[in-house]
């Protein structure tokens, strides 16, 4: 919801592309299109979450 990623947090999906066995490197390049509108579902706490998250595009390396 405030767009913070949390320690044991797993992503669910990334601009609702399903991440079920997604490599890291395609999660990745999902990550780096988005154009500064990311959306992702994480489950925390045996719960799923809708996260926003901020415009990354200056701290993507």
Do not use: W, Y
Not at 26 to 38: F, P, Q, V, W
């Amino acid at each position: 919801r405030d767009g913070n990623i949390q320690e044991g947090d797993v992503v669910l999906k990334i601009n609702g592309t399903v991440t079920e066995n997604m490599s890291l490197t395609d999660a990745k390049t999902l990550i780096e299109r988005s154009k500064g509108k990311l959306k992702m579902v994480v489950q925390r706490d045996e719960r799923a979450t809708l996260l926003n998250v901020p415009d990354l595009s200056d701290s993507i390396h």
